[in-house]
């Protein structure tokens, strides 16, 4: 409940639960100015109106026996109340009440899939990384971006989908054996799997998974800066493995040649940072930030026998 005054700065909602995946707020029937809700996603911003929607519902033979007999009665209104529903990893912010009150109803999506027995926790730690190489400058103030593979954006068409898998099956033939691109969306890290994806996430995985064996892992994206600039020439990213794969990793030999292509449409979380610290007479201290996302990361099918 929002009284005049009332406001919230932009945020995004706590999640509850590893399958908590969205929001839906609806306004009830109460009157106020201001107060207007704001989503914002991926630099795109929009505003949604909550206000119910009055409408009036006129009667022809009413209508004449009340200009007959002289009535004035106010005429009857039907309202239908307004909703808004989105994605929890979307940033959202209410502008202050100017009068009246704003009421909203706010209900918690909660995804409910099927238990498999392929279904493991992740390991919550970030240790254990492997390594992987990246194409792309992370950049401090800016979504980070990359000009080979771009990712197509919002609902997308064959076309785009097409290219993409274009894209990465011409990396393959080349000799790299796996390709990672970011997810659009931000997830918690045991929430990164196919049955949990969001919106453009689930149409792309669903595409490259007819043709590529594609799996989904929490990634770590970290930049240092070269004396104090954000360069994009001290880039790593890293794989967040769980316990099975760890064992795996452990008995193989030969390192696997990754590549991983960043974009400028993926959400990533800052999770910690230090500042550039310029010493005299001494070697300075350089910039760090690192960054939490998820990966998908695809390689070639074996071919049938």
């Given at each position: 409940?929002?009284?005049?005054?009332?406001?919230?700065d932009?945020?995004?909602?706590?999640t509850?639960?590893?399958?908590?995946?969205?929001?839906v707020?609806?306004?009830?029937?109460?009157?106020?100015?201001?107060?207007?809700?704001?989503?914002?996603?991926?630099?795109?911003?929009?505003?949604?109106?909550?206000?119910?929607?009055?409408?009036?519902?006129?009667?022809?033979?009413?209508?004449?026996?009340?200009?007959?007999?002289?009535?004035?009665?106010?005429?009857?209104?039907?309202?239908?109340?307004?909703?808004?529903?989105?994605?929890?990893?979307?940033?959202?912010?209410?502008?202050?009440?100017?009068?009246?009150?704003?009421?909203?109803?706010?209900?918690?999506?909660?995804?409910?899939?099927?238990?498999?027995?392929?279904?493991?926790?992740?390991?919550?730690?970030?240790?254990?990384?492997?390594?992987?190489?990246?194409?792309?400058?992370?950049?401090?103030?800016?979504?980070?971006?990359?000009?080979?593979?771009?990712?197509?954006?919002?609902?997308?068409?064959?076309?785009?989908?097409?290219?993409?898998?274009?894209?990465?099956?011409?990396?393959?033939?080349?000799?790299?054996?796996?390709?990672?691109?970011?997810?659009?969306?931000?997830?918690?890290?045991?929430?990164?799997?196919?049955?949990?994806?969001?919106?453009?996430?689930?149409?792309?995985?669903?595409?490259?998974?007819?043709?590529?064996?594609?799996?989904?892992?929490?990634?770590?994206?970290?930049?240092?800066?070269?004396?104090?600039?954000?360069?994009?020439?001290?880039?790593?990213?890293?794989?967040?493995?769980?316990?099975?794969?760890?064992?795996?990793?452990?008995s193989?030999?030969?390192?696997?040649?990754?590549e991983?292509?960043?974009?400028?449409?993926?959400?990533?979380?800052?999770?910690?940072?230090?500042?550039?610290?310029?010493?005299?007479?001494?070697?300075?201290?350089?910039?760090?930030?690192?960054?939490?996302?998820?990966?998908?990361?695809?390689?070639?099918?074996s071919?049938?026998?």
């Amino acid at each position: 409940m929002y009284n005049k005054g009332g406001h919230f700065d932009w945020h995004r909602d706590s999640t509850h639960g590893e399958n908590h995946h969205a929001t839906v707020l609806v306004a009830l029937n109460t009157s106020w100015e201001g107060g207007s809700l704001l989503l914002r996603h991926n630099g795109q911003e929009m505003t949604v109106d909550m206000h119910p929607k009055v409408t009036s519902i006129t009667d022809q033979e009413t209508s004449e026996s009340s200009n007959t007999s002289g009535s004035e009665d106010e005429p009857d209104t039907e309202i239908s109340l307004r909703a808004a529903a989105f994605y929890t990893d979307v940033e959202h912010k209410v502008e202050p009440v100017t009068d009246g009150v704003r009421l909203i109803l706010q209900y918690d999506v909660f995804v409910s899939p099927e238990k498999s027995d392929e279904d493991d926790d992740f390991d919550n730690s970030f240790s254990n990384l492997d390594n992987v190489s990246g194409k792309s400058r992370l950049g401090y103030d800016e979504k980070p971006y990359d000009n080979e593979i771009q990712v197509p954006s919002g609902f997308s068409n064959e076309t785009s989908l097409s290219n993409l898998v274009d894209a990465i099956q011409e990396i393959l033939v080349s000799g790299t054996e796996e390709v990672g691109i970011p997810l659009r969306y931000l997830y918690r890290q045991a929430s990164i799997r196919k049955e949990y994806l969001k919106g453009v996430d689930a149409i792309i995985y669903a595409k490259l998974s007819q043709i590529f064996n594609v799996s989904l892992v929490p990634v770590i994206l970290e930049e240092s800066s070269l004396e104090g600039e954000w360069t994009g020439e001290e880039m790593a990213a890293y794989k967040v493995l769980d316990d099975e794969e760890k064992a795996g990793r452990s008995s193989k030999k030969a390192k696997t040649s990754t590549e991983f292509h960043l974009n400028n449409v993926s959400d990533i979380l800052e999770i910690s940072s230090t500042e550039y610290i310029e010493h005299t007479g001494n070697e300075a201290q350089e910039a760090d930030c690192r960054y939490f996302g998820g990966g998908m990361f695809l390689r070639a099918k074996s071919p049938q026998v």
